[in-house]
């Protein structure tokens, strides 16, 4: 958390840059690099997405050369959305820190707390996945959102084990950017919390509504991902300048701080 909040106030940028990387392995690689450097000056954190390197024979190796190109002080989101019992759990967590490097990683809590558990060290960052972004809602999710109350209980309930069992780590939380009403509910359950924020872009999610709904009062509690829109962008610096200036225009309006 400590290099994420050094990150964002050495930027003022609240831009996550999504690492899926398409295409065969030279010209993935080759854009990979691209997008780093080109993207490094407006990146609060990059985010890879597992998926994408493990649909690659080399892709293990792909991924950690990947993270070791990115420059320490950029902190780097494993996007893994792991998920298993605690024993197993364990040695997801061995490889996303000690394997790939990763400062951060996210999780799917529908297993339990205790499947969150090993995640949790001393400097690192764990995302829980709360509303996802992806269309229609599943009819699963939801139920496990609004079980024995609604969804801002539920999230309440899991940004309290930041105080309460995860003393070493943060929790943050991983919300769609599809659906800003349930973003704002969210906040307001969880005033504090850091969101990851996927879905603008190829998904579909507005920016300046997802900023409403979700920014803290303080004009931050943000990190608003962008994956195929830089990924696929003729000019990946530009792209990522682009969108870190919206987000930062939207922000001086609320808090005038940020200007
Ligand atoms: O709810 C979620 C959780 C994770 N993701 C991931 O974020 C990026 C989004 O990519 P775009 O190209 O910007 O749409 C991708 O890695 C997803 O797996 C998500 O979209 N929604």
Known sequence: MQKLLTRIQATNSLLCVGLDPTGDDAPATKRLREV??????????????????????????????????????????????????????????????????????????????????PFARPGKLVFS???????????????????????????????????EELTESTIGLVVGATEPANLAKLRAACPTQWFLVPGIGAQGGDLSATLRAGLRADGSGLLIN??????????????????????????????????
């Open 36 to 117: 780093i450097a080109e993207t490094a000056a407006y990146a609060a954190a990059f985010k890879p997405n597992l998926a994408f390197f493990l649909s690659r024979e080399n892709g293990v190796a792909l991924l950690q050369q990947t993270v070791r190109s990115i420059p320490a002080d950029i902190p780097v989101i494993l996007d893994g959305k792991f998920g298993d019992i605690a024993n197993t759990a364990e040695h997801y967590a061995r490889f996303a820190y000690d394997v790939v490097g990763a400062d951060a990683v996210t999780v799917n809590p529908y297993m339990g707390d205790d499947t969150i558990r």
């Open 129 to 163: 996945l709360a509303k996802t972004s992806n269309k229609p809602q599943h009819g699963l999710q939801d139920a496990a959102l609004t079980r024995g109350g609604s969804i801002s209980d539920w999230a309440a309930r899991l940004a309290r084990l930041v105080d």
């Open 226 to 259: 962008s994956s195929r829109g830089i990924w696929q962008a003729a000019d990946a610096g530009r792209a990522a300048r682009e969108l870190m200036q919206e987000i930062n225009q939207f922000r001086t309006v609320k808090n005038p701080a940020h200007a």
